[in-house]
C-alpha cells in the first residue's frame, strides 16, 4: 500500500523557516517524481515544487522561487521541503504528492494527509 | 506561465443530475489535463488523467474530455458521495497549474 506522511509543520515566525518531511512507503521511491501542492484556508491548490526520482531537476513555482528548495533522500524514502524566508501568504496545508510519470501529464496520483503551516508575526 | 480558467466557480445540483464543468488554457498543452475531486479536510484524489483516461477505480460516471486548449470533466448521474470541489491541473514543460476550482453542492 503507498503511504505519504508528512511532518514538521508547524507555526513560525514572518521570516523565519522550516524543513518539511514525507515519508513514502508501499512503493520504489526513487522511481517517481515527487510533488509538493499546498491549500491556503479556504482557497484552492497551489503547485509548489517538485523533482525527479534522481534529483537531476527540480522546479519550483514563481511564488515561491528563491525561498524553497525541494530535495530528496532516496536512502531514506523521504521528500523535503526546505521554506526560507516565509511570509504570512505562506501559510497554507502542505502536501506531498506522488507523480505518475508513466502518464503524459504526470498526474498526482497519491497524496499525503497534508501538514498545517501557519506563518504569523 | 500557462493559466487555467475553470468555470463554473460553483453550481448547484440533485442526484441524478448530470454536471459539466469546462477547463479553458491560455496555451495549447495537448492533453496534459489531470482531474481531481477534493472534499473538505482531505487530500485531492486523482479522477481523470491526461485529459481522458479514468484512473483505477474510479467510477465510469466520470469522463473528461478535450484536447489543447479546452476541456470538459462529465458526471454523468451525481451521486451523493459526488458532491466535492473539483479541479483541473495542467502539466507543462515540468510545471503545473490548477484551475480555480468547482464546488459541486446540493440543489
Known amino acids: 500500500e503507498v503511504r505519504l506522511l508528512e511532518s514538521g509543520g508547524g507555526l513560525v515566525q514572518t521570516g523565519g523557516s522550516l524543513r518539511l518531511s514525507c515519508a513514502a512507503s508501499?512503493?520504489?521511491?526513487?522511481?517517481?517524481?515527487m510533488s509538493w501542492v499546498r491549500q491556503a484556508p479556504g482557497k484552492g491548490l497551489e503547485w509548489v515544487s517538485s523533482?525527479?526520482?534522481?534529483?537531476?531537476?527540480?522546479f519550483n513555482a514563481d511564488s515561491v522561487k528563491g525561498r524553497f528548495s525541494i530535495s530528496r533522500d532516496n536512502s531514506k524514502n523521504t521528500l523535503y521541503l526546505q521554506m526560507n524566508s516565509l511570509r504570512d501568504d505562506d501559510t497554507a496545508v502542505y502536501y506531498c504528492?506522488?507523480?505518475?510519470?508513466?502518464?503524459?501529464?504526470?498526474?498526482?496520483?497519491?497524496w499525503g494527509q497534508g501538514i498545517l503551516v501557519i506563518v504569523s508575526s | 506561465d500557462i493559466q487555467m480558467t475553470q468555470s463554473p466557480s460553483s453550481l448547484s445540483a440533485s442526484v441524478g443530475d448530470r454536471v459539466t464543468i469546462t477547463c479553458q488554457a491560455s496555451?495549447?498543452?495537448?492533453?496534459?489535463l489531470n482531474w481531481y475531486q477534493q472534499k473538505p479536510g482531505k487530500a485531492p484524489k486523482l479522477l481523470i488523467f491526461?485529459?481522458?483516461n479514468l484512473e483505477t477505480g474510479v467510477p465510469s460516471r466520470f469522463s473528461g474530455s478535450g484536447s489543447g486548449t479546452d476541456f470538459t470533466f462529465t458526471i454523468s448521474s451525481l451521486q451523493p458521495e459526488d458532491f466535492a470541489t473539483y479541479y483541473c491541473?495542467?502539466?507543462?514543460?515540468?510545471?503545473?497549474?490548477f484551475g480555480q476550482g468547482t464546488k459541486v453542492d446540493i440543489k
Open positions: 504528492a506522488r507523480c505518475l510519470v508513466t502518464a503524459a501529464a504526470d498526474p498526482n496520483d497519491y
Open positions: 491541473q495542467q502539466y507543462n514543460n515540468l510545471r503545473y497549474t
Open positions: 491526461d485529459a481522458s
Open positions: 508501499g512503493f520504489i521511491f526513487s522511481n517517481y517524481a
Open positions: 496555451q495549447d498543452i495537448n492533453n496534459y
Open positions: 523533482i525527479s526520482g534522481v534529483a537531476d531537476w527540480a
